[in-house]
């Protein structure tokens, strides 16, 4: 079925799926490392019955395949790139973009190795960067020298919840020639989609929101155009970040419900900040909902919706922080983001205990901040979980 006139939710249950000879309703799993050919002189046998010519997995697949095209068609981009994990499109990026000499500019505020590994790893070999708050474009304009190649942004950002005014990066960034990435894993192409507003490449993690069960790791690239495209597709099949086919499968059966997954998280999310902005116990709430957010304009500008992030503030800091985490029963105390269950995290206490308060304020990590992924479980219940919790704060 052509679904590129389809509406979003149609596309989220249609776009890219094959139908073999068998009819099936499902596209089959294709747990294979290869492909056997037709004969010498032709590619090896298609089952969609398109002239495709699978070789061997990592080059591709008709699972990953299935997953790239729709992809890429809800991002509106030309092509999608299935890889191993959101690191491992991360790093796609910065190995296809930058090399010896090369400067990249970046928000300050990223998931945190998507920062740390082009500090630590890519210095040796002759990248530079610099990481400036992008939530002030001048702070873009000021950065950028005459190497730079990337503007690498996160939007709304993890944890902080900054959020960067594409438009406005944009059309900077064009006027110096640079590559635009932007880390889509909060939104999702439900309630953003960044080549809208000129961004050349989009990044997810698939862990999160689009698969949405917390069942695998993945990630995802979308290009904007073709050559794009292929430059960062000959950095995949050739370090070798491909993504399984049943890890491809899982997440195009993940992206089915996307948008019904998001519209209860997000209305979840919106009564659940309400709650915590009202409490007593909280010092401040950055959700993109909240007028109180300090883009709350902007957000409501690029974003379809605040999504389902909250990250808020308590006034007892650290020691209140572990006391809240170890008295929560619903939500499960755990890093990641995106999935049907309500997930909670403190930061200091957890990923981020090793660094000193100081170093932690510096990455914008309080030592209060807690960071919430709401899920879709009923909203009283969620509620009642961190009012039950919140008393130990
Ligand atoms: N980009 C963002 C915005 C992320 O939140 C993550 C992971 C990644 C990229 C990397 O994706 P991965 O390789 O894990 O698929 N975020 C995590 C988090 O907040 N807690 O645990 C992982």
Same mark, same amino acid.
Do not use: W
């Given at each position: 079925?052509?679904?590129?006139?389809? !509406? #979003?939710?149609?596309?989220?249950?249609? %776009? =890219?799926s094959i139908s073999d000879e068998k009819g099936s309703a499902v596209t089959p799993i294709y747990q294979t490392s290869t492909f056997s050919f037709r004969d010498a002189d032709h590619g090896a046998r298609c089952f969609s019955g398109e002239e495709k010519g699978y070789i061997y997995?990592?080059?591709?697949?008709?699972?990953?395949?299935?997953?790239?095209?729709?992809?890429?068609?809800?991002?509106? !981009? #030309?092509?999608?790139?299935?890889?191993? %994990? =959101?690191?491992?499109?991360?790093?796609?990026?910065?190995l296809t973009i930058l090399g010896q000499g090369d400067h990249m500019v970046g928000h300050n505020?990223?998931?945190?190795?998507?920062?740390?590994?082009?500090?630590k790893l890519y210095p040796k070999y002759g990248v530079e960067y610099d990481f400036v708050d992008c939530t002030d474009i001048e702070n873009i304009k000021n950065a950028i020298k005459p190497n730079t190649k990337l503007l690498y942004l996160e939007t709304p950002a993890n944890p902080t919840m900054g959020i960067t005014d594409l438009k406005a990066a944009c059309a900077l960034a064009k006027e110096h020639n640079l590559i635009v990435c932007v880390d889509n894993t909060?939104?999702?192409?439900?309630?953003?989609?960044?080549?809208?507003?000129?961004?050349d490449i989009v990044l997810h993690s698939m862990t999160k929101f689009i698969n949405g069960h917390a069942d695998i790791v993945g990630g995802m690239l979308v290009a904007k155009d073709e050559a794009l495209y292929k430059d960062l597709k000959y950095v995949m099949t050739n370090v070798g970040f491909n993504m399984d086919p049943h890890q491809a499968w899982l997440v195009r059966r993940g992206l089915k419900t996307l948008s019904i997954r998001i519209d209860k998280g997000q209305e979840n999310s919106i009564k659940v900040a309400d709650f915590l902005e009202a409490h007593p116990k909280v010092d401040w709430v950055l959700y993109p909902g909240l007028k109180s957010h300090p883009q709350y304009e902007l957000a409501k500008e690029q974003m379809d919706g605040p999504g389902a992030?909250?990250?808020f503030g308590l006034k007892g800091g650290l020691d209140a922080g572990k006391k809240m985490m170890n008295n929560v029963q619903l939500a499960l105390l755990a890093v990641s983001l995106g999935g049907i269950e309500t997930l909670i995290q403190h930061p200091a206490s957890m990923t981020h205990s090793k660094l000193t308060s100081e170093a932690r304020?510096?990455?914008?990590?309080s030592d209060g901040l807690v960071r919430l992924s709401v899920g879709i479980e009923n909203v009283e219940d969620i509620i009642a979980d961190l009012d039950h919790a919140l008393t130990y704060a």
């Open positions: 079925m052509d679904t590129k006139k389809s !509406g #979003f939710t149609s596309k989220l249950v249609h %776009s =890219g997995t990592r080059l591709g697949n008709p699972n990953t395949d299935e997953l790239e095209v729709a992809v890429a068609e809800l991002e509106e !981009g #030309f092509g999608g790139i299935a890889c191993s %994990s =959101g690191m491992a499109a991360v790093n796609i990026v910065y505020a990223l998931y945190g190795p998507s920062r740390g590994i082009m500090e909060f939104c999702s192409p439900y309630l953003q989609r960044p080549i809208e507003f000129g961004a992030m909250i990250s304020e510096i990455a914008g990590i």
